[in-house]
């Protein structure tokens, strides 16, 4: 990502409401895993969900994580996250094999994803589970994605047939953030018309009025996919394990 981007993204992504909810659904997804599951998280920027995985009972030992960011690294470094390394998420080698692996928001960033899901692939043990969220959707394109470096958004169905075709085992897939589809939608096609197309923080404005009202919005959103898949979202996710 733009280094002005970046900088943003550290100084909010703790508290704003859509990373905040992100690690949330993350947290509660794994409640029922051993607390000695070996976990890594690629893309883990300043390593708080590791730090919040470590609050949940998870072993320091066995918390993972990479980013290609040297900044993000030098963070999780201060947070005393010792097993976190500067690596390309596309050809991650580490020696250890892992039984969660947790992917968010960063196989978009990866010019050849199939190599990278190729990786993923072999780095997980059998009967170990995935977590893929993405960025869903061309149509929701934006200067967002650009000052993301991102490659592509992907559809739902395309996320789902790429982990396939990786031969990873399709446990569950959705649509994610639905309620605030229709007004982003809206609000990147209004941006993409204005001068604010130039803006190189993206779409990561602080709100504090609405940002716990928000959180507690797809809060809510999170509880009902234990139920429902939703048609569509900002984001695309799927589950998936390793036969």
Not at 20 to 35: A, F, M, Q, T, V
């Amino acid at each position: 990502m733009e280094k002005n981007f970046e900088k943003k993204y550290h100084e909010i992504e703790k508290s704003h409401f859509w990373f905040k909810s992100r690690r949330k659904y993350i947290r509660d997804l794994l409640l029922k895993s051993p607390r000695n599951a070996r976990i890594l998280d690629i893309g883990c920027s300043s390593g708080i969900l590791l730090n919040e995985l470590r609050a949940d009972g998870f072993k320091t030992e066995n918390l993972f994580g990479v980013d290609i960011s040297e900044a993000a690294i030098q963070n999780c470094k201060k947070n005393d996250l010792p097993n976190t390394f500067v690596m390309n998420g596309e050809n991650i080698e580490l020696e250890e094999k892992f039984d969660i692996i947790i992917a968010s928001d960063c196989l978009e960033h990866i010019e050849n994803d199939s190599l990278a899901l190729e990786n993923w692939f072999s780095l997980l043990n059998p009967n170990g589970h995935i977590y893929v969220f993405v960025p869903a959707f061309m149509s929701l394109w934006s200067n967002h994605d650009k000052v993301n470096m991102h490659f592509r958004r992907y559809t739902l169905n395309e996320l789902t047939m790429k982990l396939k075709k990786a031969n990873f085992h399709i446990q569950k897939s959705s649509y994610w953030n639905f309620m605030l589809f229709l007004p982003v939608y809206l609000m990147r096609k209004i941006k993409n018309l204005s001068a604010s197309k130039n803006n190189d923080s993206g779409d990561l404005d602080k709100i504090p009025l609405a940002n716990t009202f928000l959180y507690d919005l797809i809060n809510t959103e999170n509880k009902l996919l234990s139920f429902v898949n939703f048609p569509i979202g900002i984001s695309a996710f799927c589950i998936a394990t390793k036969k």
